[in-house]
């Protein structure tokens, strides 16, 4: 399958300070890509859809300014999380749509997921 | 609205047994796309299968079937012949196709432990 890669893996930060996550498509152009939060234990919840040469779309109750994306090429998505508190903490997973998908394939694959601890 | 319900927080299952692995769904979408990811502890979400709305049969991957009951709106997964491998979060998730918006929707997870 389509492999996306996420860098870094792991991030510990400090209070206040910024955190870049990198999101790849490593083997074929992603025009849109999504980025995803999971709380230990709990469900992914979309974060907000990154489209190549456009601003991205978020999902009610996330901040702009403070999850910034930037889709500045069709295999580079990033999440810049800003001014970072505790409670950003918090696994990010991104995805990427696989164009030209037909039915009966998964149409987004996956990144590894980022695990930011702000300290 | 749409929306993803997996009911069963935690499961066990012995080795070489077969587990389902419970979702229902609802949507006003005619149209749409059900999903099934394996997340092991390293956080990866792994695809195992798919069923579209207007499939007719239930898609199989392997080990892997899907139960479809599209008038009960629930799309199982049985695992069969169960590994100590599969021990690991499954996510249930749909995306409307007709809203062309490539969203995906996840239910709350599965915990499936296999047991030696």
């Known amino acids: 399958g389509a492999v996306v890669s996420q860098h870094p893996s792991r991030v510990i930060c400090k209070s206040g300070t910024s955190v870049k996550i990198e999101c790849r498509s490593l083997?074929?152009?992603?025009?849109?890509m999504f980025w995803y939060r999971q709380f230990p234990k709990q469900s992914l919840m979309l974060m907000a859809t990154?489209?190549?040469?456009?601003?991205?779309?978020?999902e009610q109750g996330v901040e702009k300014d403070k999850f910034l994306i930037n889709h500045a090429s069709l295999t580079l998505s990033t999440l810049t999380v800003t001014s970072a508190h505790p409670e950003d903490s918090s696994f990010y997973i991104c995805?990427?749509?696989?164009?030209?998908?037909?039915?009966?394939?998964?149409?987004?694959?996956f990144g590894q997921g980022t695990r930011l601890t702000v300290v | 609205a749409q929306k993803i319900t997996q009911t069963q927080p935690g499961m066990f299952v012995q080795e070489k047994e077969a587990v389902t692995l419970d979702c229902t769904y609802d949507?006003?979408?005619?149209?749409?796309?059900l999903f099934w990811y394996k997340q092991p502890s390293s956080g990866e979400m792994i695809f195992l299968i798919y069923q579209g709305s207007y499939d007719q049969q239930n898609a199989t991957e392997g080990r892997y079937s899907l139960n479809f009951q599209k008038a009960r709106k629930s799309a199982n997964l049985v695992i069969s012949a169960s590994q100590l491998g599969d021990s690991a979060m499954y996510f249930c998730a749909m995306r409307e196709i007709s809203s062309g918006t490539y969203k995906y929707i996840f239910g709350t997870g599965t915990r499936l432990k296999v047991l030696a």
């Open positions: 995805s990427a749509r696989v164009p030209g998908q037909g039915r009966g394939v998964t149409e987004a694959f």
């Open positions: 990154s489209n190549e040469g456009s601003k991205a779309t978020y």
């Open positions: 949507t006003s979408d005619p149209s749409y796309g």
């Open positions: 083997d074929f152009q992603a025009t849109t």
